[in-house]
């Protein structure tokens, strides 16, 4: 018989709830505790803020009840990491399994945090591991899918496209320099996948055998050719309406592994870039190339419900596998095959 496991839920954000829904869909999955942060929620049903029927699971912003619960592994989905609450879980023998950026890599991990870390993992006797869609899924499990087609790398390029008109946020749209004047924008300032990739790639490559000797990052603009209106707000000609963040990782002088990421509320842009829908693009230069599209298969009034499954759902994919693992903080490689349980509950 197939381990049922003890899960809790720190956070309800969009991926909160999703994931939450998950765990109580899933056939070796038993919610026991659900932490959250608003007092809107304090109190209520884990069934009922999902959608999914009563569990008589309550909501709480108070940690100690969760721990009460005694979980086996926590779904860790916070605006952002607290290392002293990280290091609280895995020190009571809670495995972590986390889409906060920064955990992929051990080496990339800043000393100080790691060591803390890895501390509590050895009290614990638990496991941490971080994944999601990006990075996780096309950063580290879809090129390793298809690097085994491969005897000789001479490149690996992933390109992600996000058409971000239709987004209504126009405070996260400014912070990324959209609707600005290039001239007053840093093309190295740390943004989006700048600083989560650098990470991910290098876990990527220290599993494939070509360690990288370093990575570079930087961020180019192309301005509108014309006014516009987006669900944002006006964008005006001459302005930013679309960004190429580029991360290269150097094994022995060459760019061994590429990643583009061209987020745009345009295509009438100088320079025309080629702009494709929101999806990925995977190409693998070697003794066996390959060129792969992935896009999604939803109506763009249906995104917003859509896509917090795909950063969800990688995570509760990988719960069992980082249960059975080793104790300490996990790479992607480290886990084997990561093969979905998709029976019903």
């Known amino acids: 018989m197939n381990p049922r496991f003890r899960v809790a839920v720190w956070g309800t954000g969009n991926v909160g709830l999703r994931a939450l829904a998950a765990v109580l869909d899933h056939p070796q999955m038993e919610l026991v505790a659900l932490r959250v942060f608003s007092q809107g929620k304090q109190g209520r049903d884990a069934g009922a803020l999902c959608g999914r029927a009563e569990t008589g699971i309550l909501a709480s912003r108070d940690p100690a009840t969760l721990f009460a619960a005694r979980p086996d592994a926590v779904l860790y989905l916070p605006m952002a990491a607290d290392i002293d609450d990280l290091c609280r879980l895995l020190g009571a023998g809670i495995d972590v399994v986390t889409a906060c950026v920064g955990f992929n890599h051990r080496g990339s991990i800043e000393a100080d945090a790691r060591a803390r870390l890895e501390a509590a993992c050895r009290a614990g006797d638990a496991s941490l591991y971080a994944t999601g869609s990006s990075p996780g899924w ?37 912070a990324l320099g959209f609707g600005a004047d290039p001239a007053t924008l840093d093309p190295q300032r740390p943004i989006g996948t700048a600083t989560s990739t650098p990470p991910t790639f290098r876990a990527l490559a220290e599993a494939i055998g070509l360690p990288l000797d370093s990575v570079t990052c930087d961020i180019g603009h192309a301005l509108a050719t014309q006014d516009c209106t987006i669900a944002a707000g006006p964008i005006a000609r001459g302005t930013v309406a679309a960004l190429r963040m580029a991360v290269r990782g150097w094994h022995r002088g060459r760019a061994l592994l590429v990643r583009h990421s061209l987020w745009f509320v345009s295509r009438a842009t100088d320079p025309g870039w080629e702009y494709r829908d929101s999806g990925w693009r995977v190409q693998v230069k070697g003794d066996t190339s390959l060129d792969l599209a992935i896009g999604f298969d939803v109506a763009p009034q249906d995104y917003a419900a859509y896509s917090p499954g795909l950063t969800a759902h990688p995570l509760i994919n990988a719960l069992p596998h980082v249960c059975r693992a080793r104790a300490g903080i996990l790479h992607t490689a480290e886990l084997g095959m990561l093969v979905p349980d998709l029976r019903e509950a």
């Open 138 to 174: 096309i950063t580290e499990l879809v090129p390793l899918a298809l690097l085994n087609m491969e005897r000789r790398l001479d490149q690996l390029i992933i390109t992600d496209y996000a058409d971000m008109a239709t987004r209504n946020s126009p405070e996260m749209l400014a």
